[in-house]
């Protein structure tokens, strides 16, 4: 089997995106390239997060080809592979329906920066994309230029999407993503929230991208613990 490990990696990350509330049934899709063939491994379409296991996970090359995989891909590989055509300085993408981020992209608002963890993996507030249906290589495109050079993209009335190295630092910035749109959420109900400075939210993403996202590129998607 081709890239067993990677393959075990993204079953083991997508587990974990449904047992730790980010989707549910068979929503969402992840996936991760390996940097030295470019081949892609990437959940199948439907798949059921409990019975998954590696030999189920597709491996694409970046147009979207299968290479090797009894199922049909995601049915946003084509998301997936222009994302990670595009940028090179990531190797996971996962699409979440984190429910206080999508709700944020319901009502079309930015997820601001409040707490300290999500200034230093996220950088700067979330964005939300207008929405479009799915699973297009028009809506690929709209995602993208939304996302931009940035770590995560909140897409309209229907959920988020995060990008990193490796898996499990991906999976961290998704669950600040989550957690600051829900404090937020939380924090506007009992008063005013203080939003961190700009100032303070340039150096503490720095310092992130010096100690963690540096190491990440350096290695690969399954190696290093975020
Ligand atoms: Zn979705």
């Known amino acids: 089997m081709l890239l067993e490990d990677l393959r075990a990696e993204v079953v083991r990350y997508t587990r ?3 047992t730790s509330g980010l989707v549910r049934a068979t929503q969402g899709n992840l996936s991760a390239r390996d940097p030295a063939t470019g081949h892609i491994c ?6 059921d997060y409990e019975t998954l296991t590696a030999d189920d996970i ?5 147009e979207g080809r299968v ?14 592979t222009f994302i990670l055509r595009r940028r090179r300085d990531i190797h996971c993408v996962m699409h979440t329906h984190s429910p206080y981020a999508t709700a944020f992209g319901v009502v079309y608002q930015p997820v601001p920066v409040v707490l300290s ?13 207008p929405y479009a249906p799915s699973g297009t290589p028009e809506f690929a ?3 993208a230029e939304h996302l931009g050079e940035g770590s995560a993209i909140i ?3 229907h959920g988020a999407m995060v990008v990193g190295t490796p898996l499990a630092l991906t999976f961290s910035i998704a669950h600040a993503l989550e957690d600051s749109a829900m404090v937020y959420a939380i924090a506007r109900q009992l008063g005013e929230p203080e939003l961190l400075p700009p100032e303070e939210v340039a150096q503490l993403h720095a310092f992130w991208l010096a100690h963690y996202g540096q190491r990440a590129l350096a290695s690969n998607p399954v190696a290093a613990e975020g």
């Not at 090797?68 to 997936?80: A, C, F, I, Q, Y």
């Open 16 to 18: 974990k995106m449904a």
């Open 42 to 47: 990437i959940t199948p379409s439907g798949a």
């Open 58 to 62: 597709v491996v694409v090359d970046e």
């Open 67 to 80: 290479v090797e995989g009894r199922w049909r891909p995601s049915l946003e590989t084509p998301l997936h």
């Open 117 to 129: 963890e999500s200034a230093a993996c996220l950088g700067a507030e979330v964005l939300v994309a």
């Open 141 to 143: 495109a709209l995602i």
């Open 155 to 157: 897409w309209g009335n």
